[in-house]
């Protein structure tokens, strides 16, 4: 019989530490690190908290006193892929093991039981609920709670980060970043080869989007103790070790390992480059994508003049575009056609196009370029006033 009251007494005192990206930085990568780490409490994925609770939860929009056992329910539902894996193909967690063929599986009914144990007498708050649900998952998985320094809570998106931080202000915030080249360059080419949706003139737009307005929103937060992590450097053991002191916890060896409830991961479904069989961690060649090779000079170029601050703070190469004459030509080359928009200006793409009818996918394919010319405009003019600060990031 577990003793509930004993085990929040020792939860309740758990430090938070968000997690944030921006996207195809790698950061299931990392959470996958730290997924066996004996002193931090984590859970199978990212998860997408207030949207269940603010959103989806019917047991929350009742008159009175909300029904824990109904709403420990409502949450297996809504997270069902996260505790038995085999649903999770998005992430092939349905393909663990050395095998391959194994996946997390929690007993529902356990989970069930301690998450309404672990309520019991308690006031059914977000912040509350949250911190049973990663208690009650790790008493599921055998994590020995009282051995645990912090609680990792894999946020993903940074606008889901404001709400969270109402409930746990003085929470760690950690960012995974990467080369912005390497991040366009992954999330148009990854999404469109395993989504067809994904593959028009709209996409690239809204990559480079997400990148530079998650970083505006991360930033606009004000004073959090906020720090960065490079996916290119989740193979230094010197700079783990500098992320585990900050976030209160040893090194543990079962980072060199990448898993998934103890059982060894192999990458989700949208990544290209596998793992070799003797790899368990992490793989420069996995993450290689080629970029340099894959944009044109004049995108280097916008790269380096919208990101070179950013690529400066974090130390990836890049051309400094300061002078009068590269500002100008960038200026231009902003409004020309890139390289994941050239396709459908093409005069073979827009003639069949128009074969078919498509007038309407035609005008698309001048417009979403304009768009993305007009975003980088604003964007070139703020850069131009100054002013940029990014998150320090961990180094050795």
Not at 144 to 156: G, N, S, T, Y
Not at 163 to 169: H, K
Not at 214 to 224: F, H, N
């Amino acid at each position: 019989m577990t003793d509930y009251s004993s085990v929040w007494k020792t939860a309740e005192q758990l430090p938070w530490c968000a997690f944030v990206t921006t996207g195809r930085t790698g950061s299931d990568f990392f959470h996958s690190l730290i997924d066996s780490h004996p002193e931090i409490l984590v859970f199978n994925g990212q998860i997408q908290f207030d949207q269940f609770w603010f959103d989806t939860a019917k047991s929350l929009k009742v008159e009175g006193e909300p029904d824990v056992n109904d709403l420990a329910c409502e949450f297996i539902s809504f997270f069902l892929s996260r505790l038995r894996s085999r649903y999770d193909l998005f992430d092939r967690k349905n393909q663990l093991g050395e095998n391959q063929n194994q996946s997390v599986d929690v007993n529902l009914d356990e989970f069930r039981e301690h998450l309404v144990g672990l309520m019991s007498g308690r006031p059914i708050t977000s912040a509350t609920f949250l911190r049973a649900v990663y208690v009650a998952y790790g008493l599921c998985t055998g994590q020995d709670i009282a051995e645990r320094k912090v609680i990792f809570h894999h946020l993903h998106q940074v606008k889901r980060l404001p709400q969270f931080l109402e409930d746990v202000p003085d929470a760690k915030v950690l960012f995974m970043t990467r080369d912005p080249r390497a991040i366009y360059v992954s999330g148009v080419e990854h999404w469109r080869k395993h989504y067809p949706i994904a593959d028009n003139p709209a996409f690239p737009m809204q990559i480079l989007h997400r990148t530079h307005t998650d970083m505006e929103k991360l930033m606009a937060l004000g004073d959090i103790n906020i720090m960065a992590l490079r996916l290119e450097d989740l193979g230094n053991k010197a700079i783990l070790e500098n992320a585990c002191e900050w976030l209160g916890v040893s090194y543990a060896e079962t980072m060199e390992q990448s898993t998934w409830g103890g059982l060894r991961w192999w990458g989700d479904k949208i990544s290209s480059n596998r793992a070799a069989k003797e790899e368990k961690g992490f793989s420069p060649s996995v993450i290689k994508n080629n970029w340099d090779q894959k944009l044109v000079a004049r995108e280097l170029a916008i790269f380096d003049f919208l990101y070179g601050h950013a690529m400066e703070t974090y130390g990836y190469p890049y051309r400094d575009r300061s002078s009068v004459l590269a500002r100008l030509w960038i200026a231009i080359a902003i409004w020309l056609p890139n390289t994941y928009e050239q396709k459908y200006l093409s005069p073979a793409h827009l003639i069949s196009q128009l074969a078919k009818g498509r007038v309407k996918d035609i005008l698309r394919a001048f417009y979403h370029p304009l768009r993305r010319a007009r975003f980088q405009t604003l964007v070139r003019k703020k850069i131009a006033s100054g002013g940029q600060t990014y998150p320090n990031r961990f180094t050795e």
